[in-house]
């Protein structure tokens, strides 16, 4: 039962069901994931210097 419930949830995952639709995340092919890692940089260096000042 647990291999049949592994291939099942395999074929349910297949990208035969994605979409050509607008995502509202982005993609490695787009500049928009930029400022999403510098963002994160900045938050994770302020995070840092607040828990070293502590």
């Given at each position: 039962?647990?291999?049949?419930?592994?291939?099942?949830?395999?074929?349910?995952?297949?990208?035969?069901?994605?979409?050509?639709?607008?995502?509202?995340?982005?993609?490695?092919?787009?500049?928009?994931?930029l400022p999403l890692?510098a963002g994160s940089?900045?938050?994770?260096l302020v995070a840092?210097?607040?828990?070293?000042?502590?």
């Amino acid at each position: 039962m647990k291999y049949f419930i592994t291939v099942l949830l395999a074929l349910t995952a297949a990208p035969a069901l994605a979409h050509d639709g607008m995502h509202l995340h982005p993609h490695a092919d787009h500049s928009s994931w930029l400022p999403l890692i510098a963002g994160s940089v900045a938050v994770g260096l302020v995070a840092l210097l607040a828990w070293g000042r502590k």
